[in-house]
């Protein structure tokens, strides 16, 4: 949410007409649907989830790195493709794995949960990035996001451990 919520805003700090946004995600998007046959590769498939989402957060992280050094539409471009793949690699695992965490009978009640966190995620987005535009410009909210995702791929592993 933070990116549908803060590219707008990061473009607009940056000099660039934040209707850019909308090609960003055309381009997102297309790098979704170019790559999603990947994802029926051996390798892919058979990977752990710990090792999906270890891959996915890191290639997140250097995506939106990307972002904080980006200050052209152009530049932006392979940042947005590295965020798309990574969020690929990330969400049917995602899914998957919260069905797992449940117990019998009661995936539903632990998806509509999950599917609460994105309402919380689209309160604060707005929230959080503005805040951080403001403190130092975009730079700041895409370095932040990057160490965030940067972390979140270094403590896949122990965080599964004990959630599994």
């Known amino acids: 949410m933070l990116i549908i919520m803060a590219l707008p805003l990061s473009l607009t700090a940056d000099g ?13 998007t297309l790098t979704l ?17 710990a090792t999906m989402f270890m891959i996915g957060y890191a290639l997140m992280a250097l995506g939106l790195a990307g972002f904080a050094i980006a200050h052209t539409l152009p530049a932006l471009l392979a940042p947005t ?3 798309s793949v990574g969020e690929l690699l990330l969400m049917g695992r995602a899914l998957a794995l919260v069905s797992e965490l449940a117990p019998p009978g009661a995936a539903a009640r632990y998806l ?14 707005p929230l959080l990035s503005a805040w951080l535009i403001a403190t130092d410009g975009p730079g700041l909210l895409w370095s932040v996001t ?10 896949q592993r122990p965080l599964l451990r004990t959630a599994v």
């Open 81 to 83: 493709a590295l965020i």
């Open 33 to 49: 649907v170019l790559a999603r046959p990947a994802m029926s590769h051996r390798k892919l498939a058979n990977a752990s989830t």
């Open 146 to 155: 990057a160490g965030a995702c940067a972390a979140m791929a270094i403590l």
């Open 112 to 125: 509509a949960v999950y599917g609460l966190s994105w309402g919380v995620a689209t309160f604060l987005a």
């Open 16 to 28: 660039i007409n934040p209707a850019s946004a909308g090609l960003l995600m055309a381009a997102s």
